[in-house]
């Protein structure tokens, strides 16, 4: 991951899945809040940030039946799906996405190795693009 140096096409794709994720959130009243304070929380407590990466590492390996260590998209179906169950949970509702929306964040993430699917590093780089691009 530290090698990772995005492409411009790469960082405009995955700025296009942010933004979509953005304003589905910001659709649904006092949930961007809600989801910035988790956020917040993430980048400030070493502990909190080690259990919300060893949930998604969780999820991973859940919706990764064949256990390659990457996700096609029927296996990155059950991931998303395990992802907005578990942000209902937190915020008692959560945004749906359309088939068309998820196969679009899956070729997203899969824009980011040259491997086919995608793998826990993926999501790693596509964090760090977004973080960069902030700045």
Do not use: C
């Not at 006092?30 to 259990?51: A, I």
């Not at 088939?99 to 993926?122: N, R």
């Amino acid at each position: 991951m530290e090698n990772f140096v995005p492409t411009e096409k790469q960082k405009e794709i995955i700025m296009q899945e942010i933004n979509l994720n953005l304003a589905k959130i910001s659709a649904v009243p006092g949930l961007m809040e809600k989801q910035q304070e988790r956020m917040k929380k993430f980048s400030e407590d070493e502990n909190f940030k080690n259990e919300l990466v060893a949930e998604v590492t969780n999820f991973f390996k859940k919706a990764d039946v064949n256990n390659d260590g990457r996700l096609d998209l029927a296996e990155y179906r059950t991931f998303h799906n395990l992802g907005i169950q578990r942000k209902k949970e937190l915020y008692g509702e959560w945004p749906e996405y359309t088939e068309d929306e998820v196969e679009a964040s899956f070729k997203a993430y899969d824009s980011l190795s040259a491997e086919p699917g995608i793998s826990l590093e993926d999501f790693g780089n596509s964090k760090n693009i977004f973080y960069s691009m902030k700045k």
